[in-house]
């Protein structure tokens, strides 16, 4: 870490505390910021709570990429292994969002075949905790990432979760930069 701004070394020990590992070897190539969002959709999960109807212990918790996806195989490498409640963690990539696209978590980038507010609009009322990304457009999902004097942060919309059928946690609400209730 010779070189890097006091402020550098502070943004990597986050991201390395948030992966909850130690100097992976992919953090050389991809950039921070994209390793730190791909943390958050599924460090998410921990503090989000789903019907009873659609979160089955034995069920996996698919994160879906709706559109170009930004996060390539990190992602998947993030998500390797890895289980919320007994439930393993998923990944999948679609190029529509429909109300029934099984997905728990979709980070929603928009595409050719369906932009943002399309895809928002399929699933809205329906318990999939959305994810956008200010670097993607303004369209907001129910949580919206964004960088905030050069440190990735997210707002959240406790209402939109509500009408999803998806409750957030006080203390996710509380880490956030926006929280609507």
Avoid: N
Avoid at 98 to 124: K, N
């Amino acid at each position: 870490m010779a070189g890097l701004s006091k402020r550098s070394r502070r943004a990597a020990a986050l991201a390395a505390m948030l992966l909850a590992v130690s100097a992976p070897a992919w953090a050389q190539t991809d950039t921070l910021e994209l390793a730190v969002k791909a943390a958050y959709l599924y460090k998410l999960a921990a503090f989000v709570t789903w019907p009873a109807d659609v979160s089955e212990p034995a069920q996996p918790l698919p994160i879906c990429v709706q559109g170009p996806d930004p996060f390539g195989p990190l992602l998947d490498r993030i998500v390797a292994g890895q289980s919320l409640a007994g439930r393993p963690v998923t990944v999948r990539r679609v190029s529509r969002l429909d109300p029934g696209t099984d997905c728990a978590i979709a980070y929603v980038a928009g595409s050719a075949t369906q932009s943002q507010a399309q895809a928002l609009a399929a699933v809205e009322r329906t318990p999939v905790l959305t994810v956008t990304d200010a670097a993607r457009g303004e369209t907001r999902g129910i949580v919206h990432l964004l960088l905030d004097g050069g440190k990735v942060r997210f707002a959240i919309d406790a209402a939109k979760a509500h009408e999803a059928g998806v409750e957030i946690s006080s203390k996710l609400l509380a880490l956030a930069v926006v929280a609507r209730r």
